[in-house]
């Protein structure tokens, strides 16, 4: 059973940082592309960032370039989000999602694998 478990989310002020991790079971983790994926409160799925397996290209959304980082340990089955100087407008329920080949899209039809969410709020 492929499971996909978010951690890392809290209360965070404007400027500061956080680090989601996503721990995969169930697939062979290291063949399979992976992305972050979040939504606001009453918006829909926005893709935030993506890493291939085999060769790691990472993807950023234009609104997070600069500021987050994804990587991944294949050695762990975990995929990381650094998020630095976070912004009220990055409030969402972040997701992860597997693609379970190498590929790693912008489509989130492409990923049939995804995770519960951990919540991420930026606040003063």
């Known amino acids: 059973e492929v499971q996909l478990v978010e951690s890392g989310g809290g209360l965070v002020r404007p400027g500061g940082s956080l680090r989601l991790s996503c721990a995969a079971s169930g697939f062979t983790f290291s063949s399979s592309g992976m992305s972050w994926v979040r939504q606001a409160p009453g918006k829909g799925l926005e893709w935030v960032s993506s890493i291939y397996s085999y060769t790691s290209n990472m993807n950023y959304a234009d609104s997070v370039k600069g500021r987050f980082t994804i990587s991944r340990d294949n050695n762990k089955n975990t995929v990381y989000l650094q998020m630095n100087n976070l912004k009220p407008e990055d409030t969402a329920v972040y997701y992860c999602?597997?693609?379970?080949?190498?590929?790693?899209?912008?489509?989130?039809?492409?990923?049939?694998?995804w995770g519960r969410g951990t919540q991420v709020t930026v606040s003063s």
């Open positions: 999602a597997a693609s379970g080949n190498f590929m790693a899209t912008r489509n989130l039809r492409d990923y049939p694998y």
